[in-house]
């Protein structure tokens, strides 16, 4: 998942998962989830944080303070753009196509 480890570098202060994940008491697989699922969400319709919870199972509360740590809404406007690699405006495409990559679909 170095996508993901490259984005939270990008996001300033972000470049330990292991920190944050420590900080939250989660683990960095899911600092990752978390991520993805925020980016994926923030540019849908309705709220994202009750999106990405939905989508992880992690609770809206450890997805709100993963949200503050990176830098709020801004920071999240940015994965959202580095995850929509098309610019299409959905980045689900963009993640299903990596995901075949990876695992030779």
Same mark, same amino acid.
């Given at each position: 998942?170095?996508?993901? $480890?490259?984005?939270?570098? +990008? ?6 998962? !292991? =920190?944050? =994940? ?9 600092? %990752? ?5 925020? !980016? ?6 309705? $709220? *994202? ?11 809206? /509360? ?6 503050? %740590?990176? !830098? ?12 929509? %690699? /098309?610019?299409? !405006? ?5 993640? *299903?196509?990596?995901?075949? +990559?990876?695992?030779?679909?």
């Amino acid at each position: 998942m170095s996508l993901f $480890d490259s984005i939270l570098g +990008k996001l300033g202060g972000a470049q330990n998962l !292991g =920190a944050i =994940a420590g900080q939250l008491g989660i683990s960095e697989d899911q600092v %990752r989830q978390a991520m993805a699922a925020l !980016g994926t969400a923030h540019p849908q319709p309705g $709220d *994202t944080v009750a999106s990405a919870a939905a989508a992880t199972g992690l609770s809206p /509360d450890v997805l709100n303070q993963l949200l503050s %740590r990176i !830098g709020g809404e801004g920071a999240l406007a940015q994965v959202s753009q580095m995850i929509d %690699r /098309d610019g299409d !405006g959905n980045p689900l495409n963009d993640i *299903t196509g990596l995901a075949s +990559k990876l695992f030779g679909r």
